[in-house]
């Protein structure tokens, strides 16, 4: 439940959280920190890898050149796009896994040592 700020909740001990409290916090902040330091490069690298191919199919014909037989450039990019994409997933949901960790971590921390408004 929400008070009339927004900012606090019950947890289920009946006991309000202070969640500005919990956004002010090292450990949070250092959570935070770590997200937007892995997420950033990832995303710029994805989007830069995506889209290259109708940018480099577009404008050049580099990728028109055989690779191997009558396969082109192309096909290899376009190929390591879908593996690009699994790989991308792969470490995504292995590292959130560990934020999710941390974040379970904060929470139980903030409610026990004080989290709670009062």
Request: aromatic residues 16%; without cysteine; charged residues 15%.
């Given at each position: 439940m929400n008070d009339e700020s927004g900012y606090n909740s019950i947890d289920e001990s009946g006991q309000a959280i202070d969640f500005e409290k919990v956004e002010q916090s090292k450990p949070f902040q250092k959570l935070m920190h770590e997200r937007k330091k892995f997420i950033v490069p990832y995303t710029i690298f994805f989007l830069v890898f995506y889209f290259l191919l109708p940018i480099l199919t577009s404008y050049t014909n580099?990728?028109?050149?055989?690779?191997?037989?009558?396969?082109?450039?192309?096909?290899?990019?376009?190929f390591a796009q879908f593996i690009m994409t699994w790989v991308l997933c792969t470490i995504y949901v292995k590292k959130a896994s560990s934020f999710d960790d941390q974040a379970?971590?904060?929470?139980?921390?903030?409610?026990?040592?004080?989290?709670?408004?009062?």
């Open positions: 580099f990728l028109n050149t055989p690779a191997f037989g009558d396969i082109s450039w192309v096909w290899m990019f376009a379970n971590d904060i929470i139980e921390t903030q409610i026990r040592n004080g989290g709670k408004a009062s």
